[in-house]
């Protein structure tokens, strides 16, 4: 479906309303969805389609997956937790995954920031070069 710009521009101003501290607050999405559907604007689908989109892409900017080669201590965990608040701020949802093809080190993808420092990363780097 094809959005409009000024439909594109109404659902990043209603987006920036649920941003409380740098943080999404679920709430302010659900009640301003909510009255958007009530009031039924003109192109209200496409400013809809659009904000669920920023939605979208907000939850994933703010997730962080955590993947290791061997089940990481709870001491660990937050040594990790503790760097990606220092590097990306408080509210980040971090998930511990436990992938043993890694066979070392671990690999954390925050929206589309990867950092791989896993032995099966730096092994595929090596097989690229040649």
């Known amino acids: 479906m094809k959005i409009s710009k000024q439909a594109r521009r ?3 101003q ?6 409380i501290n740098g943080v999404m607050d679920e709430n302010r999405v659900r009640a301003t969805t909510k009255a958007l559907i009530d009031r039924k604007p003109r192109g209200y689908m496409g400013i809809l389609d659009h904000m669920k989109r920023l939605v979208e ?16 201590t709870p001491q660990e965990q937050a040594g990790v937790q503790a ?12 998930i511990f995954a436990h992938e043993p093809s890694l ?11 990867v950092y791989d420092g896993s032995v ?11």
């Open 10 to 12: 109404d659902a990043k």
């Open 14 to 19: 209603l987006f920036r309303g649920t941003i």
């Open 57 to 72: 892409l907000e939850i994933q900017r703010r997730t962080a997956l955590v993947e290791s080669a061997t089940v990481l």
């Open 83 to 94: 760097n990606l608040a220092q590097r990306y701020g408080q509210g980040l949802n971090v």
């Open 103 to 113: 066979i070392g080190g671990l690999r954390v993808q925050v929206g589309s920031d």
């Open 120 to 130: 099966q990363g730096r092994l595929n780097a090596l097989k690229e070069s040649f």
